[in-house]
C-alpha cells in the first residue's frame, strides 16, 4: 500500500508521482490491451463508452445501468418477448403481478433522476398476447 500523501503536495503531483514510480517498477507491463489503439468513441463520454463495453463482455445486462423509471419502461416494452418464453397462464400472472408491484414500489419510492411515466400492465390484457403468441407458435 502506499503511503499517505504528505501535506502542502499537491493531490495530482503525489497521484503522478505514484504512476510513475509504478511505471519504473513495470506494473504496467503486459497488460491486457498492451499497444492497441484505443476503441473508438461513440459519441458518449469516454467513460460511459467503457463502462457499457466492460458490462457487455462481462455477460452482463446493461439495463442494470439505467435509471428505475428507464428500466421499468424498458421492462414493459420486452414483457411480451418475456412472457412468450413461459409455459403457464399461472407464471405469466405472476410475472405481470410482480412487474406491476415494482411499479407501485417506484411510484412510492421515487426521489429523483427521470420523470416515472410507467403505468401498470393490465394482467388480462398480457395473458391474452401470451395466449395469442402460443397460439402461433
Given at each position: 500500500?502506499?503511503?499517505?500523501?504528505?501535506?502542502?503536495?499537491?493531490?495530482?503531483?503525489?497521484?503522478?508521482?505514484?504512476?510513475?514510480?509504478?511505471?519504473?517498477?513495470?506494473?504496467?507491463?503486459?497488460?491486457?490491451?498492451?499497444?492497441?489503439?484505443?476503441?473508438?468513441?461513440?459519441?458518449n463520454?469516454?467513460?460511459?463508452?467503457?463502462?457499457?463495453?466492460?458490462?457487455?463482455?462481462?455477460?452482463?445486462?446493461?439495463?442494470?445501468?439505467l435509471?428505475?423509471?428507464l428500466?421499468l419502461?424498458?421492462?414493459?416494452?420486452?414483457?411480451?418477448?418475456?412472457?412468450?418464453?413461459?409455459?403457464?397462464?399461472?407464471?405469466?400472472?405472476?410475472l405481470?403481478?410482480?412487474?406491476?408491484?415494482?411499479?407501485?414500489?417506484?411510484?412510492?419510492?421515487?426521489s429523483?433522476?427521470?420523470?416515472?411515466?410507467?403505468?401498470?400492465v393490465?394482467?388480462?390484457?398480457?395473458?391474452?398476447?401470451?395466449?395469442?403468441?402460443?397460439a402461433?407458435s
Amino acid at each position: 500500500m502506499t503511503a499517505r500523501k504528505p501535506p502542502k503536495v499537491s493531490f495530482r503531483w503525489w497521484v503522478d508521482r505514484q504512476i510513475d514510480e509504478a511505471r519504473a517498477r513495470g506494473e504496467f507491463d503486459d497488460l491486457p490491451g498492451t499497444g492497441q489503439p484505443l476503441p473508438k468513441p461513440t459519441g458518449n463520454d469516454a467513460a460511459t463508452d467503457w463502462v457499457l463495453r466492460e458490462v457487455r463482455r462481462g455477460g452482463h445486462d446493461t439495463k442494470a445501468l439505467l435509471p428505475p423509471a428507464l428500466a421499468l419502461k424498458r421492462e414493459v416494452q420486452d414483457l411480451p418477448e418475456k412472457l412468450a418464453a413461459e409455459r403457464t397462464e399461472q407464471r405469466v400472472r405472476e410475472l405481470v403481478d410482480e412487474l406491476n408491484q415494482r411499479i407501485r414500489q417506484a411510484y412510492l419510492n421515487h426521489s429523483g433522476g427521470p420523470a416515472l411515466t410507467v403505468a401498470l400492465v393490465d394482467v388480462e390484457e398480457a395473458v391474452e398476447v401470451w395466449r395469442r403468441s402460443r397460439a402461433a407458435s
